[in-house]
C-alpha cells in the first residue's frame, strides 16, 4: 500500500513538472533490524540530518532495510536501479550485505558508497567506494607511533576469522617496510574462556610490543589475560576496540593500552594539526544536538562523510549529463575517481582509480587509556 | 615447553575442564531422564552470567521479564490441559496458578531486589533462582507435550529452543559482553604457577556439586525416582513416577547446574549472549565421550576436552577447536566398534 502510494506520488510528480525528472535519486540499503541494527539506525539518523538538495539539485533518498541479510541487500539493490533508477547506492552497513550489493553495483553500473569495510579485490571493486578506513591506514598509525617508541618486536594474539586475518596481512606488509618484526601469531576466538596458551607462548618469545585484535568489549579478555602473566611490555589494541566497552570490561587492567581510531568520534580532543579535527568537530556538534550528549559514533560519521563526498561529486557530475541518465552515473564514478584529497570528518579521503579504499595516512590516530578515559598520544 | 608452563596449561584445562565436566553432567542427566540431547545446556550458563551482570548494574534483567512470559504461557498450558480432562475451571485454574506461583515469586523478588545494589553473593544467588526456574518452563513449553516422540525430534526442538535462547539472549543483554567482579581476589603461589582465588572456587565448586550429585542419585528418592525414569520409563510410570514431574525436574536441576557454571566463569572471562553455544557443546563433547550415560565418563571426558584445549591453545591455536572437536571421532568410532549396549543406553 505504502508502496503504490510511493509510485503513485513519484508518478505525479513526473507530471506536474519535467524538472523532477532531474532529482538526484539516492538509494539507501541500511540494516535498521537484524544483528547489525546497532550499527545501521546510527546512519539512517545522520541521513535524517542530510539536506534538501546537493549541489543545487533535489535529492530523493530511499531508505530500505536490509535486516542484515545478504538476500535483502540484492533485493533492495535491484530495486534501486531498476524501479528507482537511482544515480548512487549508499551501503550497507553489514559486511556480507554490502558484499552483495557490490555485485549489482557493478553490473548496473552504478557507484556504490559501501558504510563497510568490504574486502574485494582490485579490479573487483571496479563501482564500490568504501567510507571506513583500511586496516591499513590504521597499522600506518599505529606502525609510527611503535617506531617513535623503539619498538623492534611484535607479537600478534588476533581473533581466527576475517578481522584477525586481514589485519595480521596488512599489519605485516607494513611492518616490514619498517623494519619491525612480527615474533609470534596466535589466535583465539570471542567466546574462547581463556587464552592462557597463547599468551605464555607470546610472552616466551619476548616482544617488546604485544598487538591484539579483536573488537570491542572482546578485546578486554586477551588484554587481561596479557597483563596477568606478567607481561611488562607495550599492548596496541585495533580501531574495531575503540570503544568505551574497552575500558568498562577491563577496568585497570587496560590501563596504558594504545588503541589506534578514526578522528570522528574524538573530535574536541584530536590535535590541532590533524586535519579533520574541524569537521569531526561539526558532525559531533550537529549529532549530538539532534541525538543527545554521547550518542556520536563511527557510523553515522560514515553517513556524514557520504553527504560531504556527494557535495563533492555532484556538481562536477552534473556539468557532464543529467541525473538519471547512464552517462551521469558514469560521470559519478569518474568524479569520484578524481575526486583530490577531501577532508571529511573520518580522516582524509583520496581515491584514485586503482584505489577504492581511499584514506591518506594522515588518518589514524592513536589514543592511550588514562585513568579510564582517552588521551591522544 | 617446560615444567613451568606445562603446569600452568595444566591447570588452566582442569580449571576449563571443571566447568565442561558440569555442563557434560548435565548434557547425560538430561539425556537419560528425558532423552533430548539438550543443545541450549550452554545458553543457561550465560543466562546466569549475564543475569548477574546486567543485576551489578542496578538494572531489572530481561530475563526476569522472559521468565514471566514463560511462565504464563506454560501456566496457560497447563489450564488447557486441565480443563480438557475434567471440565472444571476451578481445577483449571489451581493448576495454572501452581504453574505460574515459584517463576513469579522468583521474578518480583529479583525485580524488587535489582535496583538495591544488594551485596555480590545476595545478587549471584537471585540470578541462580531465575535460570533455575528456567528449566521446568522451557521443558514444559517446548518438551512436554512430545515426550514419547524419538530423540531426533527431541533434538530438532532442542536445536530450536537454543536458536531462541541466543536470539533473546542478543535482545536482553546487547551485542556486548560483560566480565563479572571475582568473588575472591585471593592467589596462591607454587613456584612459577599462581592460582588464582577464581581457579580454586571452579575446581571447589565442580567437585562439590558433583558429590552432591552423587549423593542425590544414590541416596534421595526423587534421585532414585529419576534414575528409575532413566532406566524404564514405562516401568517408572507403573510404580507411580510421573514422567512429567521427572522430567521437569530434570531440567531445573540442569538449569541450575548450568546457571552454576555461568557465576563462576564469569569473572574469568567475558561472556557474550552467544558465549554459552560452544562452552556447552564442549561439555557436549564430554558426555559423548561417556557415551551420554556415564557420570563418571562424562568428569574424565571433559577435564580431557579442557587439557586438550590448553595444549593445543599453546601448540597450534588457529586449530584449537577443530582439534578439540576432531576428539569426538575417534571416540565415536571406538564406541561403535566397542559396539556392546549398555543396559541404560536407548
Redesign the interface.
Known amino acids: 500500500m505504502k508502496l503504490n502510494k510511493t509510485i503513485l506520488a513519484a508518478a505525479l510528480s513526473l507530471l506536474a513538472s519535467g524538472a523532477a525528472l532531474a532529482d538526484i535519486t539516492i538509494g539507501v540499503s541500511l540494516p535498521l533490524t537484524g544483528?547489525a541494527s546497532?550499527l545501521g539506525i546510527p546512519v539512517n539518523q545522520q541521513m535524517k540530518l542530510w539536506p534538501a538538495s546537493i549541489g543545487g539539485e533535489k535529492i530523493k533518498l530511499v531508505i530500505l532495510d536490509d535486516a542484515t541479510d545478504p538476500t535483502n541487500g540484492v533485493k533492495n539493490a535491484k530495486r534501486f536501479v531498476t524501479e528507482e533508477k537511482a544515480d548512487i547506492i549508499i551501503g550497507s552497513v553489514a559486511t556480507p550485505v554490502a558484499m552483495t550489493i557490490a555485485d549489482v553495483a557493478a553490473e548496473s553500473k552504478t557507484v556504490q558508497l559501501s558504510l563497510s569495510p568490504i574486502p574485494l579485490a582490485p579490479g573487483k571493486d571496479g563501482w564500490s567506494f568504501r567510507m571506513p578506513q583500511s586496516n591499513a591506514v590504521m597499522a600506518h598509525a599505529m606502525l609510527t607511533l611503535m617506531k617513535k617508541q623503539g619498538v623492534k618486536t611484535v607479537g600478534f594474539l588476533g581473533y581466527?576469522d576475517v578481522y584477525g586475518e586481514s589485519w595480521l596481512k596488512d599489519f605485516s606488509a607494513e611492518a616490514a617496510k619498517s623494519g619491525i618484526k612480527i615474533v609470534g601469531t596466535?589466535?583465539?576466538?570471542?567466546?574462547?574462556?581463556?587464552?592462557?596458551?597463547?599468551v605464555?607462548?607470546l610472552t616466551?618469545a619476548k616482544p617488546d610490543a604485544m598487538l591484539i585484535v579483536a573488537s570491542?568489549?572482546?578485546a578486554?579478555?586477551p588484554h587481561m589475560a596479557v597483563v596477568e602473566r606478567g607481561y611488562k611490555g607495550k599492548i596496541y589494541q585495533t580501531h574495531a576496540a575503540a570503544s568505551r566497552?574497552l575500558m568498562r570490561?577491563g577496568g585497570k587492567a587496560v590501563e596504558g593500552a594504545y588503541v589506534v581510531s578514526g578522528p570522528a568520534v574524538i573530535a574536541e580532543q584530536l590535535p590541532d594539526s590533524h586535519p579533520s579535527k574541524k569537521i569531526a568537530i561539526d558532525f559531533v556538534q550537529k549529532y549530538e544536538a539532534a541525538y543527545g550528549p554521547g550518542s556520536r559514533n563511527q557510523f553515522a560519521g560514515h553517513g556524514y562523510d557520504a553527504e560531504l563526498v556527494l557535495e563533492k561529486i555532484v556538481p562536477v557530475a552534473l556539468k557532464k549529463a543529467k541525473p538519471g541518465t547512464p552517462e551521469f552515473r558514469a560521470a559519478l564514478r569518474d568524479a569520484m575517481e578524481n575526486i583530490g584529497r577531501t577532508v571529511v570528518a573520518h580522516g582524509v579521503l583520496n581515491w584514485t582509480k586503482d584505489d577504492h579504499w581511499g584514506y591518506t595516512n594522515e588518518t589514524g590516530v592513536m589514543l592511550k587509556v588514562v585513568n579510564g578515559d582517552w588521551k591522544v598520544e | 615447553m617446560d615444567f613451568s608452563i606445562a603446569s600452568i596449561l595444566l591447570l588452566d584445562g582442569v580449571t576449563n575442564g571443571a566447568i565442561y565436566a558440569l555442563l557434560g553432567l548435565a548434557t547425560v542427566l538430561v539425556f537419560t531422564v528425558t532423552r533430548v540431547i539438550f543443545i541450549p545446556q550452554g545458553e543457561f550458563a550465560a543466562y546466569g552470567a549475564l543475569t548477574l551482570a546486567i543485576l551489578q548494574t542496578g538494572k531489572i534483567p530481561g530475563t526476569v521479564w522472559l521468565l514471566l512470559i514463560l511462565a504464563v504461557l506454560a501456566a496457560l498450558m497447563d489450564g488447557a490441559a486441565e480443563w480438557q480432562r475434567h471440565r472444571q475451571a476451578a481445577s483449571a485454574l489451581k493448576a495454572a496458578l501452581k504453574t505460574l506461583a515459584i517463576p513469579a515469586v522468583v521474578a518480583g523478588l529479583t525485580a524488587w531486589a535489582a535496583p538495591l545494589q544488594m551485596p555480590l553473593l545476595v545478587q549471584a544467588l537471585l540470578s541462580v533462582c531465575v535460570v533455575t526456574a528456567f528449566g521446568p518452563l522451557v521443558y514444559r513449553v517446548a518438551f512436554q507435550s512430545l515426550a514419547d516422540a524419538t530423540p531426533l525430534v527431541l533434538l530438532i526442538v532442542s536445536v530450536g529452543v537454543h536458536f531462541a535462547m541466543t536470539g533473546l539472549g542478543l535482545l536482553f543483554f546487547g551485542a556486548e559482553g560483560f566480565r563479572n567482579p571475582a568473588f575472591s581476589d585471593a592467589s596462591v603461589s607454587l613456584g612459577d604457577l599462581a592460582i588464582t582465588g577464581q581457579a580454586i572456587i571452579i575446581i571447589a565448586t565442580s567437585g562439590a556439586l558433583i558429590v552432591l550429585l552423587w549423593l542425590f542419585f544414590e541416596r534421595s528418592l526423587y534421585g532414585k525416582a529419576l534414575r528409575a525414569t532413566a532406566v524404564n520409563r514405562l516401568g517408572a510410570r507403573l510404580m507411580g513416577i510421573s514422567s512429567q514431574s521427572a522430567g521437569q525436574l530434570t531440567f531445573a536441576m540442569a538449569a541450575l547446574i548450568g546457571a552454576l557454571s555461568g557465576l563462576l566463569i564469569g569473572p574469568t572471562t567475558t561472556v557474550f549472549y552467544d558465549s554459552g553455544f560452544l562452552i556447552g557443546l564442549k561439555g557436549f563433547v564430554a558426555a559423548v565421550v561417556a557415551g551420554l550415560s556415564s557420570y563418571p565418563g562424562a568428569l574424565l571426558g571433559a577435564l580431557f576436552v579442557g587439557i586438550v584445549e590448553a595444549f593445543a591453545s599453546f601448540w597450534a591455536s588457529a586449530f584449537k577447536e577443530v582439534i578439540v572437536f576432531t576428539l569426538i571421532l575417534p571416540v565415536l568410532l571406538w564406541r561403535s566398534l566397542q559396539g556392546g549396549h549398555s543396559d541404560e543406553d536407548h
Do not use: C, H, I, Y
Open positions: 544483528p546497532g581466527n596466535e589466535r583465539f576466538a570471542r567466546s574462547d574462556t581463556s587464552v592462557t596458551g597463547q605464555l607462548k616466551a570491542g568489549s572482546g578486554a579478555m566497552d570490561v
